[in-house]
C-alpha cells in the first residue's frame, strides 16, 4: 500500500509512537472560562484518538497564573496547580484506553503581546519582551478567499462610507495605514466582533521584568514534571507563531538590552532556560520537545537560519524533537490560514540539518501530500489540524484504503470565524465538530472503557427488579 510509510511506528526520545500521524496543537475554545477541561474536551480528544492518531498534542495549556498572561479571551486550558490535575487526568484516562494512542501536553508561559487584558482585571495589560504593540494587517487576512467568504457572510449590507474589504488588499501602506482608513476599518471590525476587533488591533504590553521571566521558567519546568506525573506522554513547550516565547525570539518583537535582549543566544535565553530547568526536574528520559516557527515572514524579523540556530541551541539544552510553525498573528494570512497544503513542512529540511532531531509539520489534508512531505522535505511525522476537525478518522480511514471516505477540510474558514466571532467553534464539513460529548457512540466504541461498561450493564441487568 502506497501510504504504509505513514503507519510504521517511530520514536521521538524514549517515546514509541504507533504510527507518524498526529493532531496538531489547536486552541478550540472548549474549555470552561476558568480553563477547565470538561465533558466537551474529553468527548474531543476521545474522538480522534478513536480515529487512529498515534499522538494528539492538546491545545496550548497556561501554566501562568497571574492576571498578565494575557489568553483569557480563547477561553484557554489551564495547568497551573493540582485544581486542574484530575480534569486533565480524566481526559488523558479516556484518550489511553484507545490502542496505543499517546497524548503529549502543550504548556505555554502566556501570550504576550498577542494576548488582552483579562475582564477580571481590564487595566492589567500582558506582559511581553518590549512594549511593542501587534496589528495585524487586514490586506493579508483579505487575501485567502475562506475569510473572505466568512466576512461577507457577516456584512450583509455595508454601511455608507463603508470600506469594502475585498477592496483592501489593492491598498498601498499609505492608502491602508491613513487615519481615516484605519477609523473606518476600526468601526466595521468593530461592529462585527469586539474580540475580531482586538486581535487585529492590540494594546501595547508592559515589559517583562526579570524576576517575572525566572519565575515562568521556574513554573514551566515544575508543571512540566507534573504532567509526566499525572500520566502525560510528552511535553511540548509552546513557541512559536508569536507568543510569548517567540517574542523574545523575535528582533522585530524584542528590544531588550539586558541578558535576554541583543544577540540570538541573549534572545533564546528564555527558551533554552525552560527547557534546562525541565530536564533538571524530569530527567533525560523523559520525551520533551519545542514548537518554533520556521521563519517570522516578516522583514527585519526572524529568519530560517535563525530559528535553525534557535533550533540547535534547543537540541543541545535537551529537546527530542522539533515541531514546526510559522510566522505570527502579524502575518495571520499565511500563519493561519494556510496559503497550501503542506507548506509548514518547507521548514523541516532546514531544522533537520541543523539538529539531526525528528521533525513534526502540519497543515495537511490529502495523504498522497503526506507521503510527499515525508519523502521530500525531511518530515518524520505529519500532523493534521483543520483536517483533522474535518475528520477525526482520517488515520483509519486512509490505512484501511478508503481515500474517497475521506470528508476533506475546504479551508473554508468556518473554524476560525466562529472562534473569532465568540461562536462554539464548528466545521461547516463535519457536524459533530464541536458537538462530541453529545455522541459517545462516535467516541466511545472500541476503547477500553467500552467492554468494561459493556460487562458492569451486563452484570446490572441480571439484577432483580425493585
Request: with cysteine.
Amino acid at each position: 500500500m502506497k501510504f504504509d510509510r505513514l503507519f510504521e511506528p517511530i520514536r521521538i526520545g524514549t517515546l514509541e509512537l504507533k504510527n507518524r500521524v498526529a493532531m496538531a496543537p489547536m486552541n478550540m475554545g472548549y474549555s470552561d472560562p476558568l480553563g477547565y477541561p470538561g465533558d466537551q474536551a474529553l468527548a474531543w480528544y476521545a474522538t480522534r484518538a478513536r480515529g487512529g492518531f498515534g499522538l494528539l498534542i492538546t491545545e496550548a495549556v497556561m501554566v501562568n497564573p497571574h492576571a498578565w498572561y494575557g489568553g483569557e479571551i480563547m477561553n484557554v486550558s489551564h495547568f497551573t496547580d493540582y485544581r486542574y490535575y484530575r480534569f486533565w487526568g480524566k481526559v488523558l484516562d479516556t484518550v489511553h484506553s484507545y490502542d496505543k494512542c499517546k497524548m503529549c501536553i502543550q504548556l505555554s508561559p502566556g501570550w504576550g503581546r498577542q494576548g488582552h487584558p483579562p475582564v477580571s482585571s481590564p487595566d492589567v495589560y500582558p506582559a511581553a519582551p518590549s512594549p511593542v504593540p501587534v496589528h495585524v494587517d487586514l490586506r493579508d487576512l483579505m487575501a485567502n478567499k475562506g475569510w473572505e467568504t466568512q466576512l461577507k457572510k457577516r456584512v450583509a449590507k455595508p454601511s455608507a462610507g463603508a470600506i469594502d474589504f475585498t477592496e483592501l488588499i489593492k491598498m498601498s501602506d499609505e492608502e491602508y495605514y491613513a487615519p481615516e482608513t484605519q477609523l473606518a476599518l476600526r468601526q466595521m471590525v468593530m461592529a462585527l466582533s469586539q474580540e475580531m476587533h482586538d486581535i487585529i488591533w492590540r494594546e501595547t504590553p508592559r515589559e517583562i521584568t526579570i524576576p517575572e521571566i525566572r519565575e515562568l521558567e521556574d513554573r514551566m519546568a515544575v508543571q512540566a514534571e507534573e504532567a509526566f506525573k499525572l500520566g502525560f506522554d510528552a511535553v511540548e513547550i509552546h513557541s512559536p507563531h508569536g507568543y510569548l516565547i517567540h517574542q523574545f525570539l523575535s528582533p522585530i518583537m524584542n528590544k531588550r538590552v539586558d541578558e535576554y535582549g541583543g544577540s540570538l543566544e541573549n534572545r533564546a535565553r528564555f527558551l533554552t532556560n525552560i527547557i534546562t530547568k525541565i530536564r533538571d526536574r524530569v530527567g533525560t528520559d523523559k520525551p520533551v520537545w519545542c514548537r518554533l516557527s520556521g521563519a517570522d515572514l516578516m522583514p527585519g524579523g526572524a529568519t530560517h537560519e535563525d530559528q535553525c540556530r534557535v533550533a540547535a541551541l534547543c537540541r543541545d539544552a535537551g529537546v527530542d524533537a522539533i515541531d514546526i510553525s510559522q510566522g505570527s498573528y502579524q502575518t495571520a494570512g499565511t500563519t493561519f490560514a494556510y496559503a497550501g497544503e503542506g507548506n509548514f513542512s518547507r521548514w523541516a529540511k532546514g531544522f533537520k540539518e541543523a539538529t539531526g532531531l525528528p521533525t513534526i509539520a502540519p497543515n495537511f489534508i490529502h495523504p498522497e501530500s503526506c507521503i510527499k512531505a515525508m519523502t521530500e522535505d525531511s518530515v518524520d511525522i505529519v500532523s493534521l489540524g483543520r483536517q483533522a476537525i474535518a475528520d477525526p478518522f482520517w488515520p483509519a480511514k486512509v490505512k484501511e484504503g478508503r481515500i474517497k471516505d475521506i470528508v476533506k477540510c475546504t479551508r473554508c474558514q468556518e473554524c476560525f470565524s466562529t472562534f473569532i466571532f465568540n461562536q462554539w467553534t464548528t466545521c461547516a464539513v463535519n457536524p459533530t465538530a464541536g458537538r462530541e460529548r453529545l455522541l459517545p457512540e462516535l467516541w466511545m466504541k472500541g476503547s477500553r472503557l467500552e467492554s468494561r461498561i459493556a460487562k458492569y450493564k451486563a452484570r446490572a441487568e441480571g439484577l432483580p427488579q425493585i
